[in-house]
């Protein structure tokens, strides 16, 4: 296992090589080993590749917005690994220079699991789309998430087939006519934060593409979570899907019907405040009008409740058409992780007696079969 001169000084130090490295002092120029690490910038994650998503996607913004807040992290950029399937956003290793593997479809979690497991001294990410992480890529996805290997998932949802040309995908809506639906989808959607909260995923959150600070801030929390995190990422399809979040996007509507969810902070939202969240009695939550509530009765976000009943309640709150959707981490506790787990184990296991291979071929039961 090789390390980087960063991780060795870290080491020294007797701290944890990814919390040190998420540190602001790191962030800085270092001096190690006599030469001089200088921090990153955005401009250094670029690369000479064209981008080839169509004029106006929103891939772009979610792009340039890694781009930009992955340098505070203060990870060296060959420490960073971009791993994705296939899609529009799979073309996301190509545009960051970092490492990084096009792999094929469905199975990115599958591979950043064996990597993340290998090289724990490695940032290790998936980017996905709605297509290749829940159709063909549903059962990797959600043994990542119940493993909670040390990884970040961007699972970027414009609820289409945009590589293919616009075919519905398992996040398209009940009705949604497209050129493999002409008389309207008949499938129930996925509801992929709902779907990550099942498997007991340790960091779930959701953001919008166009929301550049909402998206840096729920992103930071995923890349400094420990396990796996999930964060669901709205992205306007202009060419086969355009305006799929527009009810969000929209000024005057989007505070209507959008929940920001704040860590610490009551669950209220609209104009003037004047819807919030309730519990409804049943184990499950509302939407109700302030001015008719207690405020005592207002719920307060809470991401690091262990039971995850509570976070996959709120997934549940909005529909199909968008009305009354949380924005912002609905999860985020702290459980061991696969890969800590597993290399504890391989410890374990080479601190016992020396292998005997001749043993092993034996086997413990045997049995001879008669004429």
């Known amino acids: 296992m090789t390390t980087s001169p960063i991780d060795e000084h870290v080491h020294e130090l007797g701290m944890p090589a990814f919390d040190q490295r998420i540190a602001d002092a790191v962030a800085k120029s270092v001096e190690l080993g006599g030469e001089k690490q200088t921090a990153l910038k ?3 994650l670029k690369t000479d590749q064209e981008v080839r998503w169509c004029p106006g996607c929103g891939d772009y913004v979610i792009l340039n917005a890694v781009q930009s807040f992955l340098p505070s992290l203060g990870i060296a950029r060959e420490d960073m690994v971009i791993v994705s399937g296939i899609g529009c956003s799979s073309r996301f290793p190509y545009y960051m220079n970092t490492y990084g593997m096009h792999s094929i479809h469905g199975r990115a979690p599958a591979i950043a699991t064996g990597l993340a497991a290998s090289r724990p001294d490695l940032s290790v990410w998936v980017v996905t789309g709605d297509g290749d992480a829940l159709s063909i890529g549903g059962n990797h996805l959600i043994h990542t998430l ?3 290997v040390n990884l970040t998932i961007l699972l970027f949802n414009n609820r289409i087939y945009g ?5 519905y995908s398992p996040t398209s809506e009940i009705g949604k006519v497209t050129k493999s639906t002409p008389m309207g989808s008949l499938d129930h959607p996925f509801n992929p934060v ?4 099942g498997a007991d995923a340790t960091f779930v959150g959701r953001a919008m593409d166009s929301d550049r600070k909402g998206l840096t801030d729920v992103l930071r929390q995923a890349a400094e979570h420990q396990g796996t995190s999930l964060v669901e990422i709205y992205q306007n399809c202009n060419i086969f899907n355009d305006g799929a979040f527009e009810l969000l ?4 509507t989007g505070t209507q019907w959008s929940i920001p969810l704040v860590h610490g902070e009551k669950l209220v939202f609209g ?7 309730v519990a409804d009695g049943f184990g499950g939550l509302r939407i109700a009008e302030t001015n008719q509530v207690d405020e005592s009765d207002i719920v307060v976000h809470d991401a690091h409740r262990t039971d995850p009943s509570y976070a996959f309640a709120l997934s549940r709150l909005s529909s199909q058409d968008l009305r009354y959707t949380p924005m912002g981490v609905f999860r985020s506790i702290q459980k061991p992780t696969y890969d800590a787990m597993m290399n504890d184990q391989l410890e374990d296991a080479r601190s016992g007696q020396p292998a005997d291979l001749d043993a092993l071929l034996r086997g413990s039961d045997t049995w001879t079969v008669g004429a």
């Open 42 to 44: 955005a401009k250094d």
């Open 146 to 148: 119940r493993r909670n």
């Open 163 to 167: 590589l293919t040309k616009g075919q």
């Open 194 to 197: 709902s779907l990550a909260l």
């Open 249 to 252: 996007k929209d000024p005057l």
């Open 271 to 277: 104009p003037d405040g004047a819807s919030c969240v």
